[in-house]
């Protein structure tokens, strides 16, 4: 399974130092409102803003207990696709609200995938078929990497 992952950067946001493709993030949330985006405060005194430029994608926990929050750093990272083996453990906390959906989906790249071996396609010639994968795994695998302020390891 293709995913995105989802982290909190240590409660940095997209402000944790040497982080690349900062633009590819957006801010990942369970709770009613929408978190602010995170600000630091330069040296010169200058307020400095995240500025994400991607959609905000809301999260519905299905599970009462703190791991089915988000906290309010976590941010999908868009840049990086991790494969997930389809025996590996996971933590489901919800499903993307129907408000999200589209942000979500339109940001996932759909890659054409051919369905069964290249035996089994030459056998079945008029049956040749092509899916398109374009995961929501957000509520499978992609919460599984930011509870309350700290990473956890894939």
């Given at each position: ?11 940095h946001a ?16 369970t ?39 988000l906290h ?21 906390i ?11 989906t ?5 890659q ?12 079945k ?12 795994g957000v ?16």
């Amino acid at each position: 399974m293709r995913c995105r992952a989802i982290h909190t950067y240590a409660g940095h946001a997209t402000f944790k130092s040497g982080l690349p493709d900062r633009e590819d993030h957006a801010i990942i949330y369970t709770s009613d409102r929408e978190p602010s985006e995170q600000s630091i405060l330069a040296e010169d005194g200058t307020m400095i803003v995240e500025e994400l430029r991607r959609d905000s994608i809301r999260v519905i926990s299905e599970r009462e207990d703190p791991n089915g929050f988000l906290h309010p750093a976590s941010r999908i990272n868009y840049s990086k696709i991790y494969i997930i083996e389809k025996d590996a453990k996971v933590l489901n906390i919800g499903k993307v609200h129907n408000d999200s959906m589209g942000s979500l989906t339109r940001k996932l790249p759909i890659q054409p995938r051919s369905v069964g071996t290249p035996s089994s396609r030459k056998r079945k010639k008029n049956r040749k078929k092509t899916s398109y994968v374009a995961r929501q795994g957000v509520d499978h695998t992609e919460k599984q990497n930011a509870t309350h302020g700290r990473d956890k390891t894939e």
